[in-house]
């Protein structure tokens, strides 16, 4: 089992920047692949960002490919999403996910748990 607890979510303005945490629960938080996805208002939920359970390899949205950067902190049982050149259209709420797949994955039936998202909000 593991639970997770996003944070970091906010206000900012256009081109700012925001850098969300991911905290998880959980002696083998290493051994998942991890994921950020997001969802706005009337729209399904998307595929953001994933990293594997090394953080060796990490996939990305193109609408957030170099914009957006994962990364993970094991030791920590931490996930972060950090989220520069932010535009209005990245506001949605921001969910964290685990997946028993290593390398984790870009669709939402390949995770097995997720927080309870996070709000971010970016104003033009």
């Known amino acids: 089992q593991v639970q997770l607890v996003e944070s970091g979510g906010g206000l900012v303005q256009a081109g700012g920047s925001l850098r969300l945490s991911c905290a998880a629960s959980g002696r083998t938080f290493s051994s998942y692949g991890m994921g950020w996805f997001r969802q706005a208002p009337g729209k399904e939920r998307e595929f953001v960002a994933a990293i594997g359970w090394s953080a060796g390899r990490t996939y990305y949205a193109d609408a957030v490919k170099g914009r957006f950067t994962i990364d993970r902190d094991n030791a920590k049982n931490m996930v972060y999403l950090q989220m520069n050149s932010l535009k209005p259209e990245d506001t949605a709420v921001y969910y964290c996910?685990?997946?028993?797949?290593?390398?984790?994955?870009?669709?939402?039936?390949?995770?097995?748990?997720w927080g309870q998202g996070t709000q971010v909000t970016v104003s033009s």
């Open positions: 996910a685990a997946s028993a797949r290593v390398g984790g994955g870009t669709r939402i039936t390949q995770y097995d748990y």
